[in-house]
């Protein structure tokens, strides 16, 4: 695992090393990682547990999902838009998430703004930032970028429209989780679809 190459899984499929180093990132890469993923409510989810995990090591997030599910209302827009000073007040003393104040704020505040876009807006500013042609396959992690011109250009037209949370960084991780870009490695089963349930 050393040079970063993929790494053959519990069942002798090749997968991308990140993905073996614990039982809830094996689900995670199999099932879900560089999907794609569509529908306002779910990239609002996406966008918001990609903000919250700056900073942090994605497994702390992942492991406290359903949990964030459960303090947001399944990150539904419109009910996150409703909440008031004593949702916000719970969620700070909510020990189940990550109790960072600029998080939980922008988060509130971005549900807000987006209740207020029409049906599939986001999901198509999202997606109007994937690549036209497929980035080549990353033969190595050293290969897989943190920030791209696409993801700095998805970032700053989040901005522009008034989005909180979401720097360069933060929307290449949303690109990756949510199939704009596909950066299992090359040898990667998951790439193949080797993976994919039948």
Request: hydrophobic letters at 40%.
């Amino acid at each position: 695992m050393s040079d970063g190459a993929a790494v053959a899984g519990p069942d002798g499929r090749p997968r991308c090393p990140w993905g073996l180093s614990t039982e809830d990132y094996l689900a995670y890469h199999d099932e879900e990682w560089g999907r794609p993923v569509h529908g306002d409510d779910a990239l609002f989810e996406r966008l918001c547990l990609e903000a919250f995990q700056s900073g942090l090591s994605w497994i702390t997030i992942l492991r406290r999902r359903e949990t964030f599910r459960t303090a947001f209302a399944s990150f539904r827009i419109a009910a996150v838009a409703e909440f008031t000073d004593a949702d916000r007040e719970r969620l700070l003393a909510d020990p189940g998430i990550i109790r960072n104040r600029a998080k939980v704020d922008a988060t509130l505040a971005n549900a807000r703004l987006l209740a207020d876009w029409s049906a599939g807006e986001l999901d198509e500013l999202i997606w109007s930032h994937a690549p036209d042609t497929p980035l080549p396959a990353p033969r190595t992690t050293a290969d897989v970028p943190a920030v791209t011109d696409g993801s700095k250009a998805l970032s700053k037209a989040l901005k522009k429209r008034g989005v909180r949370f979401v720097g360069p960084t933060t929307a290449y991780a949303l690109m990756q989780a949510c199939g704009l870009v596909n950066d299992h490695l090359a040898d990667c089963a998951a790439r193949t679809g080797a993976l994919r349930p039948v």
